[in-house]
């Protein structure tokens, strides 16, 4: 068990390296001009030498990825290039919301998901279920951004009208909590909830055909506890491990709402950073999502490791 | 139940003429299959006028006189600047600029179909390549593939592909279509690769392998003839599910002004442009939002259709692949 661990835990140090230096790559070869971006229109070409001298920038290739690599392993994410704050500040400002977002979404789409799908399971063929998988497939088909559209035209003017600052730029999170993040929570979980519904109504069909199944229908124990106690519990580990596996990749892909909410999360630092040029704080976010990803498959793993021996030898 | 009446349909009286047997290949029956479903058709029927809407894209600029880049400040736009809705001489309303929204749809509806058609074929033929050789190679080479989907899988996916469309800034409507569909097809065959290197990692042990191999056939030989085509049937499903998800992300992309670069409209930077004023100009929500909602839901039954009609065995109401 340990060995799996600690082979699990080099592999992610590893990941996190390929995608630091992939990451390192795409942004040394990128055309913003960071020092165009600092210094103005107006500036001089000494004072863009001075600039890129200051930031490092007038060194071989190979150096600037030494003291990358060298700042990394101490834990240090580097400073904006743009106001010179610590990455790792910035980030912990931002992360917050971010996180606030992405666990809002997922229990609106852990728990919608689960009970959808065993309700469809339970009444599989019947008008209900015919209704869920109609909603499925429309769900599948909507692309986050749209349903993000489609809920501010509908209610925003409500919400403007209730006093809730939604487009101003980064009020503190507390104020109106849960009239702002409630529309962002929605239109991040709505296409989940139809792929969990359909992963959960899956698992349960599954199960509810497998004969301990009926051998404890034949014992006369109540249906309500057969698809529950029996049912639910042994078809909700494949919901729980991909479930695990989304949480970690979805903080990656807050952008959008981000951006149509005006929430001042990490997914609007790094689009304004991309947009900028100002590399540490895009490299380290990239490497703080990365971290997240492998966090959360490396949980899994593990945690599936222990309900299921069978994965820990293969 | 249905192939038991089948079944009996097939049983002929003794006395009577003795019926030709007719040989139809799987293809053939799962074309009967894929008919018989009402609603996979009835998609296949609207993606085939999306097709003609988008096809079509230059004609509707002729009639109209309205090219998709041509703003009409004079008639698309009122006294006080809004733009005017649907009525006789722009259709489908005008954007904000004071653009055709119908030509534009139509001009989008290319790069969508386009985009999301390009990319999943891309996908599954990188995917199919790296699967089968990770799975039926092994050793060595399957650790490094199979190791390379895993990370291409653990990437913040949105985030890199900003960062490409930004670092390969690219000024011309065409590269920056390319662009959006090498990147799309990036971060699509890894999944797909997966599902495939599994399904060959199972062929390999099979029989007719072992008879191929005992003949005196080659790797290469193997791979293409007896492997591939057993493929085939999963790599339809899987490249025809991928079509909307590459339609979505293009959209996503386009939205956030990193895919498709204008003046070349596309769904998505449609809906991107005209979010400051949809309180006041809903069509131009509505019309980009509509269209893309109905190409990926008939892709997606199209996809489900397909998937069924290929696998007898699969019930779609069985919830069971």
Do not use: C
Not at chain 2, 62 to 71: F, I, L, R
Not at chain 2, 229 to 242: E, F, G, K, Y
């Amino acid at each position: 068990m340990l060995r799996f661990v600690i082979r699990r835990l080099l592999y992610s140090v590893l990941v996190l390296w390929l995608v630091a230096t992939l990451v390192f790559v795409f942004l040394h070869i990128s055309p913003v001009p960071v020092e165009r971006v600092i210094g103005g229109p107006r500036a001089t070409t000494d004072t863009l030498a001075q600039i890129r001298a200051n930031l490092g920038l007038d060194q071989p290739v190979i150096v600037q990825y030494g003291r990358f690599l060298g700042r990394l392993l101490r834990g240090d994410l580097g400073d904006s290039y743009i106001n010179g704050t610590s990455v790792a500040a910035l980030v912990r400002d931002r992360l917050p919301t971010t996180l606030w977002l992405v666990a809002g979404a997922g229990v609106i789409w852990f728990v919608g998901g689960v009970v959808t799908g065993v309700y469809s399971a339970t009444r599989a063929r019947g008008a209900g279920d015919r209704l869920v998988t109609l909603f499925v497939l429309i769900g599948l088909s909507t692309p986050p951004f749209v349903m993000a559209l489609v809920l501010l035209y509908l209610f925003s003017t409500k919400l403007g009208e209730a006093g809730v600052p939604f487009f101003e730029a980064g009020p503190p999170l507390q104020e109106h909590f849960l009239q702002r993040m409630i529309l962002p929570w929605i239109a991040l979980a709505f296409l989940m909830v139809a792929a969990y519904t359909r992963l959960t109504r899956g698992a349960m069909l599954d199960v509810l055909g497998e004969d301990y199944i009926r051998t404890a229908r034949a014992k006369g124990i109540s249906p309500k506890r057969v698809v529950y106690r029996h049912g639910l519990r042994s078809a909700l580990t494949p919901v729980v491990t991909q479930f695990g596996i989304d949480l970690g990749a979805l903080i990656g892909s807050t952008i959008v709402t981000e951006k149509v909410f005006g929430l001042q999360g990490v997914g609007q630092l790094v689009y304004q950073s991309i947009n900028l040029g100002d590399t540490p704080v895009i490299i380290g976010v990239t490497l703080m999502v990365t971290l997240f990803v492998v966090l959360a498959n490396l949980l899994v793993d593990v945690g599936y490791s222990f309900l299921d021996p069978r994965v820990r030898l293969s | 139940m249905s192939s038991f009446t089948e079944l009996d349909s097939e049983i002929v009286p003794v006395d009577a003429e003795p019926r030709r047997v007719q040989g139809r290949t799987p293809w053939q029956l799962a074309w009967t299959r894929f008919r018989r479903d009402r609603l996979a058709v009835a998609s296949l029927v609207v993606l085939a006028l999306m097709v003609v809407f988008a096809a079509l894209a230059p004609l509707w600029a002729h009639w109209t006189g309205h090219p998709y880049d041509a703003t009409f400040p004079k008639t698309a736009l009122d006294p006080s600047g809004q733009p005017v809705g649907p009525g006789r001489h722009f259709w489908l309303g005008a954007d904000q600029l004071g653009r055709d929204v119908l030509v534009r749809a139509a001009y989008g509806a290319r790069i969508s179909l386009v985009v999301g058609v390009a990319a999943a074929v891309l996908a599954s033929v990188i995917g199919v390549a790296v699967g089968v050789l990770a799975g039926f190679v092994g050793g060595v080479l399957d650790t490094v593939l199979a190791r390379m989907m895993d990370i291409t899988l653990a990437l913040p996916y949105l985030l890199v592909a900003i960062m490409l469309a930004t670092t390969f800034q690219l000024t011309s409507v065409a590269a920056s279509v390319s662009l959006t569909i090498v990147v799309i097809a990036f971060f699509s065959f890894a999944a797909f690769g997966r599902i495939i290197r599994g399904q060959v990692l199972s062929l390999r042990e099979k029989e007719f392998i072992e008879a191929a191999r005992s003949l005196g056939a080659g790797n290469l030989r193997i791979m293409a003839v007896d492997v591939l085509p057993n493929l085939m049937a999963q790599v339809t499903v899987l490249t025809s599910l991928l079509i909307p998800t590459s339609i979505v992300f293009e959209a996503t992309l386009s939205f956030l002004g990193v895919g498709v670069r204008l003046p070349m409209p596309s769904w998505g930077s449609m809906l991107g442009e005209g979010s400051d004023v949809f309180q006041t100009a809903w069509w131009l929500l509505a019309v980009p939002a509509f269209l893309l909602l109905l190409t990926t839901l008939s892709f997606n039954l199209l996809g489900d259709g397909i998937r069924d009609a290929l696998d007898p065995r699969g019930d779609r109401h069985s919830g069971k692949k």
